[in-house]
């Protein structure tokens, strides 16, 4: 099991908003969130951003808030659970919107914790954020790869990408995804794994 304690201090001004939310939660994580799970793993995930009462809480991403019950109960029905899962961005953004410069800085963290899933197959993304920083990682432009839901892509000849609208409660509210949409989509990444 993998959780590397991350301590990153690069973006400004999120390090001292993050100061001002721990004052406000004092039994809160409020610092950066690094990627956590089986690092032997073939399957990883990789989301937007802690949520504020979610990875930003409990230092482990997905869990505790909407999204996080969601995937979590989702792994947990396709057996699943032993997959790695990380984040794009790795604090809670001031309004839940990172800047570019953010993600920009978070990249080689992304860049770091690929290397060491020696035996990825397959990275499952949820919401374009974190499609095109991993486009990015493996030299894939925007304008050749737009982002499309369930769009499956080789990142190279080993690993191939799973593009997927966010999980979030408004994505939801709004019927852009459901859960047997999303139970379809990890079924697949799962399939492309075990049935090679």
Do not use: W
Request: glycine fraction near 4%.
């Amino acid at each position: 099991m993998y959780s590397n304690s991350l301590k990153c201090n690069k973006c400004t001004e999120i390090y001292s908003y993050l100061q001002i939310l721990h004052k406000k939660f004092p039994t809160y994580h409020c610092k950066p969130v690094s990627g956590h799970g089986n690092i032997n793993s073939k399957i990883a995930l990789f989301g937007l951003a802690p949520g504020l009462h979610g990875a930003n809480k409990t230092g482990i991403p997905f869990t505790s808030d909407f999204s996080g019950d969601l995937i979590r109960r989702l792994l947990k029905d396709l057996n699943m659970s032993d997959i790695f899962i990380s984040n794009a961005v790795r604090c809670y953004p001031y309004n839940n919107k990172p800047s570019a410069a953010v993600i920009n800085n978070c990249l080689e963290h992304s860049k770091i914790e690929i290397k060491k899933l020696t035996n990825l197959k397959v990275i499952v993304t949820l919401g374009s954020i974190a499609y095109y920083q991993i486009l990015n990682l493996y030299k894939l432009t925007r304008k050749d790869y737009k982002f499309k839901h369930f769009n499956i892509l080789h990142l190279n000849d080993k690993i191939l990408l799973i593009s997927s609208y966010h999980c979030s409660k408004l994505n939801f509210n709004t019927n852009k995804i459901d859960y047997d949409n999303l139970f379809s989509l990890f079924m697949k990444a799962k399939e492309m794994v075990y049935d090679e």
